[in-house]
């Protein structure tokens, strides 16, 4: 079975060209939208980090947001807390950062919701019990609403060679301490010259593998079991994050996360923005960032897996660079399609 993915073809820098070009593609596709009166949509994207320029360029999310109005729904942007330190790693910090950054109600005329709250330690549990994810922590709205939109900034990806919807949707639509389970089942450790000896740690770790010695936290590795409460809960950036991981699980464990979270969605509306795609993703990238393709243009599905293939694909071609590590997330698509997260084949629409 195929899935239908739009297509507009838009290789300028302008971004009054890129937006004429989205909202080209939201006339043709707003019909298809269906929402209750009121409806909550709630919108997710990424506004990248302080030192990111590349990311979505917040005019497309008013479009998007009048679009979902004239609908009569009640659109609102959200994201999540981050891993790594950063002024994503808390609600406050992330707010503000998305007012500088133009995401702010006036400007996309919609609120912008930190939705795993302060510390990115709230949400609801759901236990998995999937060879590699036992048990997650999403946002607590999740099986509460009907509707998802995805916006995606696609960029290259250190581990995964590539980011796009269904990254967005693993990790960006999960508590901090998924995101790490999902990053490595490697166990955290304690940087001493860090740790203020607070106790944060202590208190929340489900297991009791932390304890307090000279003033200074030890986690016992026997004990722990890598949920990674830990490191939502140091505001000291003492607990140190193993980054090392098989890609493919790496992948694999996305592709669970974001089948899980989706299954909880019946209406799902995903847009890849293919410009400006940089070889690190938006929690890395700065303004000196190497372009590993040419700007592509925009892609939408009801399907993020032929969304994410589709744009894979079309990028390749129309680029003159060689794709990175495009093995590993050919390799994670197979598996996303396997576990039922959407359809490998497409038909590509161009608009
Ligand atoms: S929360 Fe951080 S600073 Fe506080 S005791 Fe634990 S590791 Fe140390
Ligand atoms: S990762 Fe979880 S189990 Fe391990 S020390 Fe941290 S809070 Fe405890």
Redesign the pocket.
Known sequence: MKSDVYFIRINSKDAEVRLEGFKKLLHKLAPSFVFEENEFIPVKLTIGDSACVYNLNPVFLKALVLELKNKRAKPFLFDTCVIYSGERQNAVDHLNLAQSKGFGHSRVEAPFIIADGLFGQDGREYVLNEDLIKAIKVPSFIGMLNSLVVCSHVTGHIVSGFAAGIKNVAMGMSSRATKQVQHSSLKPS?IKN?????????VVCPVKA?T?KDD??VIDQDTCIGCGE?IS????C??YINWHEDPLIFCKRMNTVANFILSKFKQKLFFNFAFDITKGCDCESDKNAKMIFDNCGIFFSTDVLSLDKATSDVISDYGKISHPQKAVHEEMFKHAAQIGLGNLEYNLIQI
Not at 233 to 236: G, H
């Open positions: 304690i860090k740790c203020t000896g607070c106790g944060c740690c202590v932390i307090l200074k936290s830990c809960a140091c505001k000291s003492a607990v």
